[in-house]
């Protein structure tokens, strides 16, 4: 089972390197300039944890660190699935299988304590993973840069905060409701 994480890893550390290499070309300067780096740097989290999950050394870990690449690897992959979405869901689903697998070697009879940590600490992962994909798409979607000149303006819907609308003129942000 240790092989799909790393197998997860892998395919979530190759679409963050290819998701960098592609934005980075494209060269055009956007307004809401944390997003990028957020969700790159939360894919390589994901993609770590994932690893971390392989080594004999985290065995009690194990369960926390694939429960927060699954859930994680899987709500991106959702949320991304026109773009970079269908290989994160793959990532994703190794992970979760990988997860399974854990739980049902953990602590001998089905219903020992041990199984019951396990999977408390694979809810704990998920949740964490949740929360924390969820709190920095809002908070990178209200960082907003305007251009020292010129006119510049959009909206959308906030994952967390409900819709917004913005607008730039000359360097002068103003956010409405």
């Known amino acids: 089972m240790r092989r799909l994480g790393v ?3 892998l395919i ?5 390197v290819l998701y960098l290499g592609y934005v980075g070309s494209q060269g055009a300067s956007d307004p809401q300039f944390l997003r990028v780096p957020f969700v ?6 994901m993609a770590v944890c994932a690893a971390l999950s392989a080594r004999k050394s985290a065995a009690r870990g194990r369960s926390l660190l694939l429960g927060a690449a699954a859930a994680g690897l ?5 949320f991304g699935i026109f773009s970079i979405g269908l290989p994160l869901l793959v990532a994703g689903a190794f992970a979760l299988v990988s997860l399974i697998g854990t739980l049902n070697l953990e602590g001998g009879p089905p219903a020992g304590p041990g199984k019951a940590a396990a999977a408390g600490m694979a809810a704990a992962g998920a949740v964490t993973a949740v929360v924390v994909l969820l709190a920095g798409f809002s908070l990178a979607e209200r960082a907003i840069r305007c251009p020292a000149r010129g006119v510049e303006s959009g909206g959308g819907i906030g994952v967390l905060g409900g819709s917004y609308e913005y607008s730039c003129n000359n360097g002068t942000l103003t956010i409405s409701r």
């Open 7 to 9: 197998a997860a890893a």
């Open 74 to 78: 899987l709500l991106l992959g959702f």
């Open 40 to 45: 790159a740097i939360f894919i390589a989290v």
């Open 12 to 16: 979530a550390g190759t679409v963050d």
